[in-house]
């Protein structure tokens, strides 16, 4: 069965440097989302990404975050300058919805562990 | 703003009964939400659907209903085994398009 699959499955970096979360997507799907889940809190949106731009994003996704998608099968999610707040499990996820309307399964990867020191 | 609000103490049940997870939420019409499965440490799984037009959803085990006029939806796991236990999360689309909200999740507990 297809999966997302995500890299590192852990990150270890200082305060204020940069990280590339990576992401590869589902193949025949269209919608691309990065969420997060700080330790013992609720998974929390960040960013959607269509048609080779953002759709939407959360209050979180400010200017030290930014997503691409390189080529056609990768999708990333850079930190440009860490805080010790941004600590958390990173879900990237895709989902078809080839005609839009929403409603489509959301499929996870396994996650990113980013510790912040 | 929308909120979700799922039982926050862990439930904790017997194996073969039935667990039933509440997820209730407020300043929003969904069309549609969605009950998720979370392993420790694991990106959350997607389990069932059910849209605003929809009274209740069936799929094995589970069955999810969803009542837009008391703004809650309940999510049952029939005979009950221990590898049901994990977080279970509830999800309503966002407004604004088709990412989730998620609840903080409802931990289950089957013992033997």
């Known amino acids: 069965e297809p999966e997302v699959t995500q890299t590192p499955s852990h990150q270890v970096t200082q305060m204020g440097q940069e990280v590339i979360l990576r992401c590869v997507p589902i193949s025949n799907h269209l919608y691309f989302y990065w969420y997060r889940q700080i330790l013992g809190q609720k998974v929390e949106f960040l960013v959607s990404?269509?048609?080779?731009?953002?759709?939407?994003k959360s209050e979180i996704f400010d200017d030290q975050f930014s997503v691409e998608r390189p080529d056609g099968s990768n999708f990333t999610l850079k930190i440009r300058s860490t805080k010790l707040e941004d600590s958390a499990m990173y879900f990237c996820?895709?989902?078809?919805?080839?005609?839009?309307?929403?409603?489509?399964?959301?499929?996870f990867g396994p996650g990113t562990r980013l510790t912040v020191l | 703003s929308q909120k979700i609000e799922q039982n926050s103490e862990a439930l904790n049940i017997q194996e073969g009964k039935t667990a039933t997870l509440t997820c209730n939420y407020t300043?929003?019409?969904?069309?549609?939400l969605q009950w998720y499965r979370q392993d420790p440490g694991r990106g959350p799984v997607f389990l069932l659907l059910i849209r605003e037009n929809e009274k209740e959803k069936r799929k094995e085990r589970l069955k999810v209903t969803f009542d837009t006029t008391l703004k809650q939806s309940l999510f049952h796991i029939t005979a009950s085994q221990p590898a049901d236990s994990a977080t279970y999360l509830c999800?309503?689309?966002?407004?604004?398009?088709?990412?989730?909200?998620f609840g903080k999740g409802t931990s289950l507990l089957v013992t033997p």
């Open positions: 996820a895709s989902s078809v919805s080839v005609l839009g309307g929403g409603g489509d399964t959301q499929y």
């Open positions: 990404f269509y048609n080779n731009e953002i759709s939407e």
């Open positions: 300043n929003y019409s969904p069309a549609y």
């Open positions: 999800a309503l689309d966002r407004s604004s398009g088709y990412a989730l909200n």
